[in-house]
């Protein structure tokens, strides 16, 4: 079994930071790239970055400039530091993973979301 959890999540003025992070544990063979999704309510699940296992990134352009995404591949786990948060940015966000178990299967992997709120 693989087990991702999210952490960091919580409420924040517009302007402010919050950090997530991510943790994927079980029988990990090998992380091919770990990623981060949002779900705002009534929309659909949309990608905001992902970082392969040589450290590449891609981010939305909604979030450029303003979020990061890291990883560190010997603990199996990505972090996203979210900064100049605004409004709209409001969404719960998941850890998403795709990734080799020891017994050979590959698929993807999500963790159970954590809710950023971002409100005065």
């Known amino acids: 079994q693989v087990q991702l959890v999210e952490s960091g999540g919580g409420l924040v003025q517009p302007g402010g930071s919050l950090r997530l992070s991510c943790a994927a544990s079980?029988?990990?063979?090998?992380?091919?790239?770990m990623d981060w999704y949002r779900q705002a309510p009534g929309k659909q699940r949309e990608l905001v970055a992902i970082i392969t296992t040589d450290g590449s990134t891609n981010y939305a352009d909604f979030v450029k400039g303003r979020f990061t995404i890291s990883r560190d591949n010997a603990k199996n786990t990505v972090a996203l530091q979210m900064n100049s948060l605004k409004p709209e940015d409001t969404a719960a966000y998941y850890c998403?993973?795709?990734?080799?178990?020891?017994?050979?299967?590959?698929?993807?992997?999500w963790g159970q979301g954590t809710q950023v709120t971002v409100s005065s």
């Open positions: 998403h993973a795709y990734l080799r178990v020891v017994a050979g299967h590959i698929g993807d992997y």
């Open positions: 079980g029988s990990i063979f090998s992380i091919y790239h």
